[in-house]
């Protein structure tokens, strides 16, 4: 089932890439029988997705209220991905999956390592509660961020 255009504008407003839309958009997973990568359906009313919606506004929510510009925000965001080949939204989503059943050794490893890659690059805020006594510690750093030069000198007019 593609994306709706709705759906999508309400994503980017949430503060997901136009690359993590186009992602999501496109499916695939391997089928057993024949080997091949086939598009997949993709469930975006289930309770994994609207988790990760969740977790995505909260986290730019609270970067907002640090005093984050939405540019340094997506810059955070997108560092993630430039940082090593092979990473996707589906490590959120995964994050953001609770299984009803107790979970083994190794998946509890697989999970910890999504976590901790998770935490490095985007601090460890995110899919986390913030506390007003520990805020400093969680927030990531603010990028310094080049300032736009002026190039248009406004002149007044005598009146």
């Given amino acids: 089932m593609p994306i709706s255009r709705k759906l999508k504008q309400q994503l980017y407003k949430e503060g997901f890439l136009p690359r993590e ?6 499916a695939r ?3 057993v ?3 091949h990568r086939v598009k997949q359906e993709f469930n975006y009313g289930s309770k ?3 988790s990760l919606r969740r977790s995505r506004v909260k986290y730019i929510t609270d970067l907002r209220q640090a005093g984050w510009s939405g540019d340094e925000i997506r810059q955070k ?4 991905y430039k940082l090593k080949a092979g990473r996707s939204v589906y490590d959120y989503l995964k994050l953001s999956y609770q299984p009803a059943r107790k979970i083994t050794d190794f998946q509890d490893a697989v999970r ?4 901790s890659r ?9 899919r986390r ?8 510690r969680t927030i990531p750093k603010r990028p310094v961020m080049p300032r736009r030069l002026k190039l248009i000198r406004r002149v007044r007019r005598p009146s």
């Fill in 21 to 26: 839309i186009m992602e999501l958009q496109g």
């Fill in 29 to 31: 997973g391997g089928d």
């Fill in 33 to 35: 029988r024949t080997g």
């Fill in 48 to 50: 994994v997705f609207k």
């Fill in 77 to 80: 965001i997108n560092e993630y």
């Fill in 112 to 115: 910890r390592r999504i976590r």
């Fill in 118 to 126: 998770v935490s490095r690059t985007m601090g460890k805020l995110y």
């Fill in 129 to 136: 509660n913030l506390h007003t006594a520990t805020k400093a």
